[in-house]
């Protein structure tokens, strides 16, 4: 397993999408050829303008088994959104 | 045949036999993302083909497209250069060859937008821009493969062993490239021979690969004279079809 080359998440700005997107992952073997791997898989199809490529093993992630402490206090807590407000009609859609 | 027909045959039997031998590669690669990528690769050069045999046929004016050109003529029609003919062997030989032929398909591309034809200029202007790109992916992977460990360098020092011989056609002017280039319509590859070998020899030694020392090289590819027995092969499984079933479509 050594010597397969490390994974690589990627990230990708679409034509008109403000941030960039986590589209998949590839493998690479430094920065330079993720992009361009990430380049022919997923750009082919004039998907994007910008690429972001970042090393697997550098994303640390919250664990599956903290899910409920994590995430399911906010659950009951309603009044954190704000939906209790009355938007002018002028406004538009928010 | 018209000196210009005679030209585009060249730029587009050049796309049209390594796109081809790329093609080989599809579902064979070595990694999944190298497997992707040869194939946009070979898209690209089969539409640089288009591009390039559709204009000769039109030129030409005998009813030929570039799928008549491209399925329709045998081995001593076909004016592709000797080195794009050979066959893929290994990554490293595939890689090398693509790296032979990109350094020069960027420079003769990037002169032929100064063309005084505006159709060739402007196919050649679409198509620089693929080639740089697969100029930068070739030479990063000789480098990578050359630079790094002991059995890759091996394979790529016979690569490049096998393949050096056929790199100097490319750049070697005969009298139609001549004709051509004094119309303005083509590229002036005296003037290719010392930025291409320049350009070459600089990514071989950051790939501390050692260049064989000769200048020979082999010729008769793009005159049409002296194809190499495997491009007989090539022609018969891309061109099966449409001989067994002529008009075929799908």
């Given at each position: 397993m050594s010597q397969e080359w490390p994974l690589w998440e990627i990230f990708i700005r679409g034509q008109h999408g403000m941030s960039h997107r986590h589209v998949g992952s590839l493998h690479a073997a430094d920065a330079e050829m993720a992009i361009k791997n990430a380049r022919d898989v997923y750009?082919?199809?004039?998907?994007?303008?910008?690429i972001w490529v970042i090393e697997a093993t550098h994303i640390t992630a919250s664990a599956p088994s903290e899910k409920g402490p994590y995430f399911e206090p906010s659950n009951s807590k309603v009044y954190r959104h704000p939906t209790f407000f009355d938007i002018p009609d002028d406004v538009g859609a928010m | 045949m018209d000196p210009t027909v005679e030209y585009l045959l060249r730029?587009?039997?050049?796309?049209l036999i390594l796109g081809q031998r790329v093609s080989e590669w599809c579902g064979h690669a070595p990694?999944?993302?190298e497997d992707i990528a040869l194939a946009n690769i070979a898209l690209d050069l089969i539409g640089q083909t288009q591009l390039w045999l559709g204009l000769a046929g039109e030129i030409e004016g005998q009813g030929r497209n570039a799928d008549d050109l491209a399925f329709l003529r045998d081995v001593y029609d076909f004016r592709n250069s000797l080195l794009v003919e050979q066959p893929n062997q290994d990554f490293a030989v595939t890689m090398m060859r693509q790296f032979l032929f990109d350094a020069f398909s960027a420079l003769q591309l990037?002169?032929?937008t100064h063309s005084k034809n505006v159709e060739i200029a402007a196919i050649a202007a679409k198509c620089h821009k693929e080639a740089l790109y697969h100029l930068d992916r070739s030479s990063e992977t000789v480098i990578g493969l050359g630079d790094g460990t002991d059995i890759s360098h091996?394979?790529?020092?016979n690569a490049l062993d096998r393949l050096w011989v056929y790199a100097g056609e490319l750049v070697s002017a005969d009298d139609l490239d001549r004709t051509m280039a004094k119309a303005g319509v083509g590229v002036d590859l005296d003037a290719l021979h010392t930025p291409y070998f320049e350009t070459v020899r600089a990514t071989l030694a950051t790939a501390t690969l050692r260049v064989p020392d000769t200048d020979f090289a082999h010729k008769g590819g793009k005159s049409g004279q002296r194809h190499s027995e495997h491009l007989g092969h090539i022609l018969t499984s891309m061109q099966w079809l449409q001989r067994a079933y002529p008009g075929a479509k799908w």
């Open positions: 750009t082919r199809r004039n998907e994007g303008v910008s | 730029l587009g039997d050049n796309a990694a999944l993302e990037d002169a032929l091996a394979k790529m020092q």
